[in-house]
Every structure is written in structure tokens, then in C-alpha cells.
């Protein structure tokens, strides 16, 4: 039992990680009808922009934070602007493998530029809090809150916005969007601000929590597309329960299959969400 | 000696080329013909090379092996090993669009990775199979005449499959799938055909491949040599070409192991790790095909329409 409560609390935060992950991917995926292969490398990218800030200005993680949001939106507005706006009308499929030419075009980068050793943000070992028989290290709890706040920002930008309203319609309907006069152009700017900026911060918590690697962001790839997928796509408070239910599904896993398998659980919650209900737990809009 | 380096490096090299070509004569069945976006090749890339290792390879007590089969039972064997497997993943993946079929596809190609990562029984883990022989103990040259066998089998048997009333299906499915579905043909099966094939012709390619390294672990099956560099070479010869695509497996070798002197001209210090420059330089070149032509070096020859004259 405690074994399983500790894992449940590993699972919210992987899943707050992915969350953060999952958002930005659906809503990519909503609006430019794509999926962006290149989403889990945009994050690996986030948290080595921190690091960068972390060691040369000595500042505390959690301040870095938005310096990265800041980089990586403005990178992912880049790339679209380079690379993906001009093949958009070409075929979908073609924008897809451009997106996975970019991926390893950003992995490399971080492989030249940081090397391909494990690095950390903070040397030393954090001493965690012991609640009875559980232990919660004081960075988890910060990325949880943190986490937490990004989405109710996400929230309101949605909801409280006349750009956040203008993203909704356009993923729900876009010959409908286009027609009532929405700025194509900028919705799908800011929809590159948004999805660069958190996946940043999912970049950023996920090596707070380990560590940073090249490859960090790909091998989250796949579990949050699970997350998007299984939350509607086009959905991002589907996104956000996705990105949840599989974190603690893979945390979870663990009690019955070997730890190594951890990826193919998300896979094949994945795969039954796309056969017995492909349009999400929250109806999806593509 | 310079020219005697040289010719064992041009063996090495249309070696690979051949190898490669075969993958994507596989995936121009299932994406030039059909439109079938799988990007899982490396799974069936690596069912047909550890099959044959298995297979061909001597007794050890490391992995599930001692059969000693000669190389052609290896590569039969390759072919029907994964034909179950992608029947099976044809079925479960039939219903689903381009996007969705991407990362699903994907996904069964890291899964097969990760099987043969964790299941040390039967692949020997991250150690992977050493010592698989080539076929009559030819040389790489003596090799490359059954690569270059292979590939002229392959490419007559995708070539006539093309041609034949059931490739006009496929690619009538690619183009236009209600109206091939209205004319009576079933799509469903068609494209699980398609896919099949494909695929176990993939698995042909890892069975000449394991032969050709001697060697097969985890480690060649990630994306990126696996899957990314076929799709490199399918999309920059012309996807729907069959010529185009041998012709892309040559040029995009071409270009990889000249990036490798490229990276060896530029000073370590300034761009880190000579392999990720080569990615990052591949990745770039393949950003700059598709968004300067995206129907590639062979673009796809498109019978004329009704009533419009040939030229």
C-alpha cells in the first residue's frame, strides 16, 4: 500500500511533466493539424537553455525558468517561420517529416553545443522530507505547484482571452474560424508561443526531477502524444487529464511489469484508446 | 594503397546503399503507393535482423541460438517471422489516418526495440549477437553481388506489383479513398497488403543487414538509422518511383558519409561531437529538400488522363 502511494506520487508529477507536454502538442495539433515530432526536443532544448542561464548567471532554477519559456517560444516561432510555414500548404505528411528532420536538427544542436553527458542544475543531494513511511523531495513539490499555476495560466489564456477564444475556434472549426475573420497568421504564432513556452517548462521540471540529457525530451515523445491522444485531440484540458492518467498508469506499471517496459505501457494505453475510442476521453476535434 | 582503401570503402559503401535501397522499395510500397505514413521501419528492420542472427548464428549460452542454418533459411526466415508480426500491426493500426498511424507506428517500432533491449534470453540484450557469417564465405565483394541480387529481385517484384491491376489499386486508395471504396474494392484488406509487403520486405533488408555487419544489437534500431534515413532517401528520390527511390538510397549515403569528412575538415572544438554534427547536417539538408522540392530528385510518373495526350 505504501509502495503504491509512493508511486502514485511519482506518477502526478511524471504526469504534471507530461501534462505541460501534452497541452502545448494538442494544441498544435488542433490548430496546424500536425503531429509535431519535434515537441520532446523542444522541451530537451527549454531546460538546456535554463541550465545555460542557471550556470553562467548562478541564479536559482525556478528563475531561469521563464528566460527559457522566453528562448524556446521565441525558437519554436523561429522554426515555424522558417520551416514549417512555408510547406504548410504542401501536404500534411510532408510538414510531419520536416518536424522530425527538426527534432534531430535540435538534438544534435544540444549534442554540439552542451555535449551528450548527464548534467544537473544543482550538485549535491537534496535531503527529502519524510512523511511516515513516504518521501517527497522539496523539488517535486515546487514543480507541482509550478506546474499547477502554468496550467490555470493556460486556463484563463483560453478562456479570458480574445487570442485564447480565437485558438479554441480555430482547432474546433477552421473553415468556420476562417470565415468569421480570425487572424489566421497570429493564432498560429501564438499557438507556437504557448507550446514552446511550456514545453520549456516541461523540459525544465523533468530535469529537476532527473537530470539533463539529449535524448530527454524524445523518449517523453511518445508518452505524450499517448496523453494527447487519449485526451482528444485538439482538447487541452483532455491534454491535462491525459498526460495525468498516464503518468500514473506508467508509474504504476511498475508494481507488475519490469521498470523497462515503462514506455510500452503508455504506448498500449495509447493503441486501446485508438481502437475502442479514438476521439479521446473528451471528444476530440481532428 | 590509397586506391586499394578506396575500392574496400566503395564495397562497404554500395553494400550499404543496396541494403538501404531495399527499405525503401519497401516503405515506396507503403507510402509512395498506398500513402500508408509508417514510420516504424526500424521494427521491421530489426524482426528480420535478429531473426536471421538467431537463426544462422552458432550455440552460445547468452542468447536463444545454436541453429546454424545456412544464410538463405535466415533470410526466409526473417521474411516469415515478421509477417505475423505485421499482419498483426496492419490489423490494429488499419483504421487509422496518416497522423495517428505515425506515432502508432512508431511507437511498435520502439516496443520491438525495447523487447530485444530487455529480453536477454533470446537477443543477448545491449551485448547483441555477434558472429553472423556471411554466406559462403564470400568478402564484401562477394557479398555485394547477393545484395545486388536481392535488390534486382526486390525491385522487379515491387516494379511488377506496381504495374499490376492490384498496384493501380493501391494507388488509387492513396489518391482518392472514397471513390475507390465506391468503385467496390476493399480497402481494408488492400491496405493491410500493402502494408504486409512493405513491411516484410523491410525485414529482407535487416536479414542483409545483420549478414553484412556480422553483428546486430539494440543500438542500430533507434529512429534515426533505422527509420529517419530511409524516409530521407524515399522522400528525396521521389516517393511513388521505385527508381527514384534506389536512386535516393545512393545519393543520400553519398551525402552521410561525405558529411563525415565534412565533419573531419572542421575543427572538433568549434562543433562538439563529430556524430551529432552529422545528424544536425542531414537533419538541415532534408529541411531544405522538402521545403525546395517536395516531390523529390524522381518525381512520380503519373499516367494521363483521360482524353489528354501523351508527351
Redesign the interface.
Known amino acids: 500500500m505504501i509502495e503504491f502511494i509512493q508511486l502514485l506520487i511519482n506518477g502526478i508529477l511524471l504526469g504534471s511533466i507530461l501534462a505541460l507536454g501534452a497541452v502545448g502538442a494538442t494544441m498544435i495539433?488542433g490548430v496546424l493539424r500536425?503531429?509535431h515530432f519535434a515537441h520532446g526536443d523542444l522541451m530537451a532544448i527549454g531546460a538546456y537553455f535554463a541550465l545555460t542561464v542557471v550556470t553562467v548567471f548562478n541564479l536559482p532554477v525556478l528563475a531561469a525558468l521563464p528566460v527559457a519559456m522566453l528562448l524556446t517560444a521565441g525558437l519554436a516561432v523561429g522554426i515555424d517561420q522558417v520551416?514549417y510555414r512555408?510547406?504548410r500548404r504542401?501536404?500534411?505528411?510532408?510538414l510531419?517529416?520536416?518536424s522530425?528532420?527538426?527534432a534531430?536538427?535540435l538534438?544534435?544542436?544540444i549534442?554540439?553545443?552542451w555535449?551528450?553527458s548527464n548534467q544537473v542544475y544543482q550538485t549535491g543531494i537534496q535531503l527529502p522530507w519524510r512523511i511516515g513511511p513516504l518521501t517527497l523531495k522539496p523539488d517535486h513539490l515546487l514543480i507541482f505547484i509550478a506546474a499547477t499555476v502554468l496550467v490555470i495560466g493556460v486556463h484563463l489564456f483560453l478562456t479570458r482571452t480574445k487570442m485564447g477564444k480565437a485558438m479554441r475556434a480555430m482547432s474546433d472549426n477552421m473553415n468556420l474560424a476562417l470565415v468569421t475573420g480570425i487572424p489566421a497568421d497570429r493564432v498560429i504564432m501564438w499557438t507556437w508561443v504557448i507550446g514552446g513556452a511550456l514545453a520549456a517548462a516541461a523540459g525544465v521540471f523533468l530535469g529537476m526531477d532527473t537530470r539533463l540529457h539529449p535524448v530527454m525530451g524524445w523518449t517523453l515523445l511518445?508518452p505524450i502524444?499517448?496523453a494527447t491522444?487519449l485526451g482528444g485531440i485538439g482538447r487541452p484540458y483532455g491534454a491535462i487529464l491525459g498526460g495525468l492518467v498516464i503518468g500514473c498508469a506508467m508509474e504504476l506499471s511498475t508494481l507488475i511489469i519490469?521498470g523497462?517496459?515503462k514506455?510500452?505501457v503508455a504506448?498500449a494505453i495509447?493503441?486501446v484508446t485508438?481502437?475502442f475510442r479514438?476521439q479521446g476521453i473528451i471528444k476530440g476535434s481532428? | 594503397m590509397e586506391l586499394a582503401g578506396l575500392g574496400a570503402y566503395a564495397l562497404f559503401f554500395l553494400n550499404l546503399v543496396g541494403i538501404y535501397a531495399i527499405m525503401a522499395l519497401g516503405l515506396n510500397m507503403q507510402w509512395g503507393m498506398t500513402g500508408q505514413f509508417n514510420i516504424g521501419i526500424a521494427g521491421f528492420f530489426a524482426v528480420g535482423a535478429y531473426t536471421t542472427a538467431i537463426l544462422t548464428t552458432g550455440p552460445s549460452d547468452n542468447w536463444l541460438g545454436g541453429f546454424n542454418l545456412p544464410f538463405l533459411v535466415g533470410l526466409v526466415g526473417s521474411v516469415l517471422v515478421c509477417l505475423p508480426i505485421a499482419w498483426a500491426v496492419g490489423r490494429i493500426t488499419a483504421r487509422l489516418r496518416t497522423d495517428y498511424l505515425a506515432i502508432a507506428t512508431i511507437g511498435i517500432a520502439e516496443i520491438i526495440r525495447l523487447f530485444f533491449l530487455n529480453e536477454g534470453w533470446l537477443s543477448n540484450g545491449t551485448r547483441g549477437i555477434p558472429g553472423i557469417q556471411k554466406p559462403f564465405g564470400v568478402g564484401n565483394g562477394g557479398y555485394l553481388i547477393v545484395v545486388a541480387a536481392f535488390v534486382g529481385l526486390t525491385w522487379l517484384a515491387v516494379e511488377i506489383a506496381r504495374r499490376s491491376p492490384w498496384g493501380r489499386v493501391l494507388r488509387a486508395i492513396r489518391d482518392n479513398e472514397p471513390a475507390t471504396a465506391a468503385a467496390g474494392k476493399d480497402i481494408a484488406r488492400f491496405r493491410l497488403q500493402a502494408f504486409v509487403v512493405g513491411s516484410c520486405i523491410m525485414a529482407l533488408g535487416g536479414g542483409l543487414y545483420a549478414h553484412f555487419v556480422g553483428f546486430v544489437s539494440p543500438e542500430a534500431f533507434r529512429p534515426l538509422y533505422g527509420t529517419f534515413l530511409v524516409w530521407v532517401m524515399l522522400i528525396a528520390g521521389g516517393s511513388g518511383n521505385n527508381l527514384g527511390a534506389m536512386l535516393g538510397a545512393l545519393v543520400v549515403w553519398l551525402i552521410w558519409s561525405s558529411t563525415e569528412m565534412l565533419a573531419g575538415l572542421v575543427p572538433t572544438a568549434l562543433i562538439g561531437s563529430e556524430s551529432a554534427f552529422r545528424v544536425f547536417l542531414i537533419g538541415i539538408l532534408l529541411q531544405i529538400i522538402l521545403v525546395s522540392r517536395p516531390q523529390g530528385l524522381l518525381p512520380e510518373k503519373r499516367p494521363p488522363m483521360p482524353g489528354e495526350h501523351r508527351r
Not at chain 1, 504542401?90 to 510532408?94: A, H, K, L, S
Open positions: 495539433f500536425f503531429a520551416v512555408r510547406i504542401v501536404q500534411p505528411v510532408i510531419l517529416i520536416a522530425f528532420a527538426t534531430l536538427v538534438r544534435s544542436f549534442q554540439m553545443v555535449g551528450s511518445l502524444f499517448a491522444i519490469p523497462s517496459y514506455p510500452a504506448f495509447m493503441v485508438l481502437i479514438p481532428v
